[in-house]
Nanobody, 126 residues
Framework: QVQLVESGGGLVQAGGSLRLSCAAS????????MGWFRQAPGKEREFVAA??????????YYADSVKGRFTISRDNAKNTVYLEMNSLKSEDTAVYYC?????????????????WGQGTRVTVSS
């Protein structure tokens, strides 16, 4: 069992930056592929970024909408995954969720993740 707690959300102006954190407890998060998703009001949850398990080289995968602006990383010593968000746009406004997947393969499908955090809200003002 893994518990995930996100933090770092808030209000930021367009063009600004935020760093989200996802702290994992329970079994070590290095065993899991990790992902970030987001859900805007009235929309379905969508994939943002994913990173493979530590021993799979920390490969990353991004949604086209955030590629070049967002960076996912992990610190296995701290059992924490980060999402560095730069050049934020109003369309990035959403609740951001961290998720963990027991298998090695990266995935952008929410149903393929086994554990979820409670989310942290990001609001980008234009």
């Amino acid at each position: 069992q893994v518990q995930l707690v996100e933090s770092g959300g808030g209000l930021v102006q367009a063009g600004g930056s935020l760093r989200l954190s996802c702290a994992a407890s329970g079994r070590t998060s290095s065993s899991y592929a990790m992902g970030w998703f987001r859900q805007a009001p009235g929309k379905e949850r969508e994939f943002v970024a994913a990173i493979s398990r530590f021993w799979n080289g920390g490969m990353t995968y991004y949604a086209d909408s955030v590629k070049g602006r967002f960076t996912i990383s992990r610190d296995n010593a701290k059992n924490t995954v980060y999402l560095e968000m730069n050049s934020l746009k109003s369309e990035d406004t959403a609740v951001y969720y961290c998720a963990a997947r027991r298998t090695a393969a990266l995935s952008k499908v929410p149903e393929e993740y086994d554990y979820w955090g409670q989310g942290t809200r990001v609001t980008v003002s234009s």
